[in-house]
C-alpha cells in the first residue's frame, strides 16, 4: 500500500530495513476539513448574483468585486492549506521501524520514530457511521517505556490491515534472535 507520487529515494532506510506500507489519511477526512470553506468560497457569488437586480454606482460595484474577490483568495489559500496539511500526514512502516510524519501546521512539522521492539499494542477504532462504511478509522500505536512516544493517526483507510502489517512484524522481531 504504497502511493504512486511516494518517492522512495527520499526516505533513508537503515540496512536491511524493507519499506512495508505509506499511509495517507482517508479522501474523506480531507473532504470533511475542505467542505465549510468550499462553502464560504461560493458566498460571494451567491451575494452577486442577488446584488446584480440592485443599481449600483460603479464605485460601489468596484469595491463588491473587490471584496468578494479578496474573501475568494482567502477561502482558497486556507483550501490549500488544509491540502498541504493532508498530504504531507503520512505513516511510513518498515519492517524495523513505524515514522510517523504529522504536518501540525504549514511550517511546523513534528516526526517520530517508533522502533518494533518497543511497540506493546496496536489499537484500531472505527467510529460512526462515514467510517464503518466507507472503511477508515484511527490507528494507536502503544509503545514500551516513558519517553511519551505513543503515536495515533486519524483516519486512515482500512485501520485494521495497517495494524496486521505492524503487530506482524513486532510478532517477527520478537520471535527471531537478539543480533549482537
Known sequence: ??????????LNLQPGETLLSVMRKHWFVLFIHILPFGVVFFLPLIILSVLSSITMSPTQMALTIFFSSFWMLISLTAMFTIWTNYYLDLWIVTNKRIIDIEQKALFNREIKTLHMKTVQDVQVDVVGIFETFLKFGT????????????????????????????????????????TP
Not at 500500500?1 to 527520499?10: H, K, L, V
Not at 516513558?146 to 513486532?170: N, S, Y
Request: aromatic residues 4%.
Open 139 to 178: 490507528l494507536r500505536v502503544q509503545t514500551a517505556g516513558t519517553g511519551g512516544t505513543d503515536a495515533k493517526i486519524v483516519g486512515i483507510p482500512k485501520p485494521e490491515l495497517e495494524r496486521d502489517i505492524i503487530m506482524h512484524e513486532v510478532n517477527l522481531y520478537r520471535s527471531s534472535p537478539p
Open 1 to 10: 500500500m504504497i502511493p504512486s507520487d511516494f518517492n522512495i529515494d527520499e
